[in-house]
């Protein structure tokens, strides 16, 4: 099997490209981490800033569907165009919004437009790189994200403290730029469905698939869990007697580690079976979260971190590569879109679901994420297929 390096050298050049555009892009996400602090000084509660956050949530969970059928229906680079262009115009329309409901409605479109690029960058690693290349080419391209979205909002920091309208200007010339070099230097990919095709299709084939489902459902259980880490976490932080600045510090130890340290993770586990690698990590993904409960003092609640950190850098670029092993060519798009529906529904409920728990009980909500831990991997370990597609 090729080493981490010599995968390197041998991804090609679009892949590349595709990775520039993302880091780009992703630096760019200036308005998402700053949409609360503008909208409570337009003068909006609290309740209302969140809101308006669940909308780009929901407009997140309608991208993943449409994403993944238009990458299949008409082609990967048009999907990512169509997206970074209406994701510039919907942010300036979004600066310009008058009215709490116009807010909401162009906060959904900003989301929806902002994330339709996903399900077909995910695809287009898969059309361009040979199967035992791609641990290491979704490896790097979540790097090339996480990189760009560690160094964006600290630069967005500084822009807003000049004006808000900053933001939404930087976040849509990023958009256009990334939309351009798609446009002039990434391939189409491939297109799956042909014309005579019904549009649901690929995704009932894809929900026929045992194995894809179970680990769908796999998905599900860990990626409420996730989001405690920006909803139930912070509260918890605080009201054990720490800062937001303490709180900030943790979650800048989860950042610093997947820029340091995933390309080296990722370097050995491409080397391992994926779905054993797969469930290793939403175990300790959940068993992580779960630890939070048993944490007093800031070095506890670092630890912590760090182990779901790792669980994360463990499972996350295996994930990609593990789908494009099971989804027929002709379906990728709308098997990538399904998987990135399933993060989204976490980022919809993970929030809302964890602060219910957590105001009447927070020990449960530590010990109900340990057991979806081990339930999610569980289901991955599943290797019975009823059916799978060609």
């Known amino acids: 099997m090729p080493t981490f390096r010599e995968n390197l050298r041998l991804l090609p050049r679009p892949v590349w490209i595709l990775f520039g555009g993302t880091f780009i892009n992703r630096f760019g996400s200036f308005v998402m981490p700053f949409l609360v602090l503008f909208m409570t000084g337009k003068g909006y509660t609290p309740a209302q800033a969140g809101l308006a956050v ?19 229906r008409i082609g990967r680079r048009h999907t990512i165009v169509i997206s970074m262009f209406g994701s510039a115009m919907a942010m300036m329309a979004l600066s310009q919004a008058r009215g709490y409901v116009m807010l909401l409605v162009m906060t959904f479109f900003a989301g929806a437009l902002a994330e339709l690029y996903r399900p077909a960058a995910l695809a287009l690693i898969s059309d361009l790189v040979a199967p035992e290349q791609r641990v290491t080419a979704f490896g790097v391209y979540r790097w090339a994200v996480n990189l760009g979205f560690a160094a964006g909002p600290a630069t967005a920091g500084f822009v807003a403290v000049h004006s808000y309208l900053y933001l939404f200007v930087g976040d849509a010339l990023t958009s256009l730029i990334y939309g351009i070099v798609a446009l002039t230097a990434l391939p189409h990919g491939l297109h799956g469905q042909t014309k005579d095709e019904r549009a649901t299709e690929g995704f009932r084939v894809a929900l026929r698939d045992s194995v894809y489902l179970r680990f769908l459902l796999a998905t599900l259980c860990i990626s409420w869990i996730e989001f405690q880490a920006h909803s139930t976490l912070p509260l918890y932080v605080t009201g054990s007697g720490y800062t937001a600045r303490d709180y900030g510090l943790l979650m800048s130890i989860n950042g610093t580690m997947i820029v340091i340290f995933e390309l080296g993770i990722t370097a050995w586990t491409q080397r391992l079976p994926q779905q054993p690698v797969i469930a290793i990590g939403y175990a300790l993904s959940g068993i992580g979260f779960a630890l939070t409960g048993l944490a007093h003092g800031m070095p506890a609640f670092a630890m912590t971190v760090v182990v779901w950190t790792l669980a994360e850098m463990t499972w996350a670029p295996v994930a990609g590569a593990f789908i494009s092993g099971l989804a027929p060519e002709r379906y990728r798009g709308r098997y990538m879109g399904l998987w990135s529906m399933s993060l989204s529904i976490g980022m919809v409920i993970g929030p809302i679901l964890g602060t219910y728990i957590y105001q009447r009980q927070p020990t449960v909500l530590w010990i109900a994420c340990g057991v979806m831990g081990c339930v999610g991997a569980g289901l991955t370990m599943s290797k019975v297929r009823g059916f799978h597609a060609q």
């Open 54 to 72: 669940s909308a780009y949530g929901i407009g997140h969970l309608v991208a993943s569907m449409t994403g993944g059928h238009l990458a299949d």
